[in-house]
C-alpha cells in the first residue's frame, strides 16, 4: 500500500465532513455555519498515516458538534 498524500487526506477529510453533516441535518436538523464547518474539518493529519485514523477524530469533532449545539456548552 502507498502512504496518502496530503492532498489526499485534505480530500478525505472534506468528503468525510460533508457527508456526515449531511447526516447530521437529515437526523438532527442541525446546519453548522461556515466557521463550525471550517473548525470540523480543521484536522491536523500530519502524524496520521490512515484513514481509519482521520474518520475518528472526524466522527469526534462532529460528536462534539452535535452535543454542543444540544446543551448549549459543549462537551464536558
Do not use: W
Not at 477529510?13 to 470540523?40: G, Q, R
Amino acid at each position: 500500500m502507498n502512504q496518502l498524500s496530503s492532498i489526499e487526506k485534505h480530500n478525505y477529510v472534506n468528503y468525510k465532513t460533508n457527508y456526515y453533516l449531511a447526516k447530521v441535518k437529515e437526523i438532527y436538523n442541525l446546519s453548522p455555519t461556515n466557521k463550525e464547518k471550517d473548525a470540523i474539518s480543521d484536522i491536523d493529519f500530519s502524524d496520521v498515516h490512515n484513514l481509519r485514523e482521520i474518520n475518528r477524530l472526524i466522527e469526534n469533532k462532529i460528536t462534539e458538534y452535535v452535543c454542543k449545539n444540544f446543551s448549549g456548552d459543549g462537551v464536558e
